[in-house]
């Protein structure tokens, strides 16, 4: 997909060029054209958001959207209109549905200081028991995907949303990531408990997709070396990891916001090209990005840098 953005930013250019000299070359009334050598290029990307929206599974899934705001508010009221059933459904990828009940309406929307305040109407909670936590994480998860939304406040008729009426779960006031999304418990005490974010794929379509799963683990380790060992252990009934199970972390840190992956040389998919999927790129990055308060990851293999990159925009660089 990197290498995908690059050739369509390339494959746009020569066009732009093509195109204005075909208009300088054509006359039109004998006269020669006035052409400006100014272009102006704009990014598709610019257009596409991330969205969480449920899969097949019933998984919270990340995948992309176009849309037309760039303002903050507007374009939360425009990814709520696509998660809403039947609010924007000629956007919603194949294989993928909305979560909000019908007829639910985004009474007001303001953002202040990272946090955004979203009041809805009465029918957000018209929705089954076992799907109300889900519906909170999807939420919470694409409103935090717009860039400077670090908080969600919720809201429903005027009132704080702090907890769920049919599965009585207590929500905080103020809602972040570390809500946590497709949850899973493996624990047998309440001492050491952990919560980490992991990215696995699936497929719909021919097409790799990024689901976050938030386990919930009896282990005080730092949450990379508990990533890298969870993708490392495969597939499960309907998730993968392409990590191969003999890769190693040999190092990590973290100083001004920058993170520092060090692996043995099992990261390579081909060891003699030295190439690593963009699978595997993806899902340690996306769950760095999670986990931590990071700027950039950088990726190495016995001391030899092979990827870096930021973290803000990653989640729209994996277009479905």
């Known amino acids: 997909m990197l290498k995908k953005i690059s050739l369509r930013k390339i494959g746009l250019t020569?066009?732009?060029?093509?195109?204005?000299?075909?208009?300088?070359?054509l006359?039109?009334?004998?006269?020669?054209?006035?052409?400006?050598?100014?272009?102006?290029?704009?990014?598709?990307?610019?257009?596409?958001?991330?969205?969480?929206?449920?899969?097949?599974?019933?998984?919270?899934?990340?995948?992309?959207?176009?849309?037309?705001?760039?303002?903050?508010t507007d374009k939360a009221r425009e990814l709520l209109n696509i998660l809403t059933v039947g609010g924007a459904d000629a956007k919603i990828p194949s294989?993928?549905?909305?979560?909000?009940?019908?007829?639910?309406?985004?009474?007001?929307?303001?953002?202040?200081?990272?946090?955004?305040?979203?009041?809805?109407s009465k029918e957000l909670l018209d929705v089954k028991e076992e799907y109300e936590e889900k519906l909170i994480e999807t939420i919470v998860y694409t409103l935090t995907?717009?860039?400077?939304?670090?908080?969600?406040?919720?809201?429903?008729?005027g009132e704080?949303?702090?907890?769920?009426?049919?599965?009585?779960i207590n929500l905080p006031s103020t809602l972040d990531r570390s809500f946590?999304?497709?949850?899973?418990?493996?624990?047998?005490?309440?001492?050491?408990?952990?919560?980490?974010?992991?990215?696995?794929?699936?497929?719909?379509?021919?097409k790799y997709y990024y689901v976050p799963v938030t386990k919930y683990l009896n282990d005080n380790r730092d949450k990379i070396t508990i990533i890298i060992d969870e993708l490392t252990a495969g597939y499960n009934s309907s998730l993968m990891s392409f990590l191969n199970e003999d890769t190693k972390l040999v190092a990590s840190t973290?100083?001004?916001?920058?993170?520092?992956?060090?692996?043995?040389?099992?990261?390579?998919?081909?060891?003699?090209?030295?190439?690593?999927?963009?699978?595997?790129?993806?899902?340690?990055?996306?769950?760095a990005k999670d986990n931590y308060d990071i700027d950039e990851v950088s990726l190495s293999a016995d001391n030899k840098e092979f990827f870096k990159t930021a973290v803000k925009g990653l989640e729209t660089l994996k277009e479905l």
Do not use: H, R, W
């Not at 294989?95 to 809805?120: C, H, M, Q, R, Y």
């Not at 939304?149 to 429903?156: A, E, S």
């Not at 920058?258 to 993806?282: A, C, P, Q, R, W």
């Open 160 to 168: 704080i949303l702090t907890k769920l009426p049919k599965s009585n």
């Open 254 to 287: 973290v100083n001004d916001k920058k993170m520092s992956l060090d692996f043995n040389s099992y990261i390579f998919d081909d060891s003699i090209t030295k190439s690593v999927l963009e699978e595997v790129i993806y899902t340690i990055c996306l769950s």
């Open 95 to 120: 294989g993928f549905n909305a979560i909000i009940p019908p007829d639910t309406e985004v009474n007001s929307i303001s953002f202040d200081n990272g946090i955004l305040k979203v009041d809805f």
């Open 27 to 72: 006359p039109s009334n004998n006269e020669k054209l006035n052409v400006t050598s100014d272009l102006e290029y704009v990014d598709n990307a610019q257009n596409v958001s991330p969205i969480f929206l449920i899969d097949k599974n019933s998984y919270a899934a990340l995948t992309t959207v176009s849309v037309s705001s760039s303002k903050v």
């Open 14 to 25: 020569s066009a732009a060029l093509l195109a204005l000299t075909l208009i300088y070359l």
């Open 145 to 157: 995907s717009i860039e400077n939304v670090n908080k969600v406040i919720l809201y429903v008729d």
């Open 180 to 206: 946590g999304i497709n949850k899973k418990y493996d624990l047998t005490s309440t001492d050491n408990i952990n919560d980490v974010t992991v990215y696995y794929i699936n497929e719909i379509n021919d």
